[in-house]
């Protein structure tokens, strides 16, 4: 544990951050599989605005600091690929 006071506050702080970004990568992570999934059913109605929620839901957490941005762009760009190349059948 910590010795100083700055320190022991440090962590507590560290710990809220860590609950707060817990819970919204979870939720990213959950809209992010709705979409792969959505994608792989072959329904490109459903599978658009799914592409859509995740593409918004990644790059909120990137501007946040939850993801990292290359991370959630590399996520983004897979999803509209798989999108692109399931319309395309």
Known sequence: MANTRSAQKRHRQSLARYARNKSSRASVRTTVKKAREAIASGELDKAKEALRLATKALDQAASKGILHANNAARSVGRLA????KKAAV
């Open 81 to 84: 690929q798989a999108y692109v």
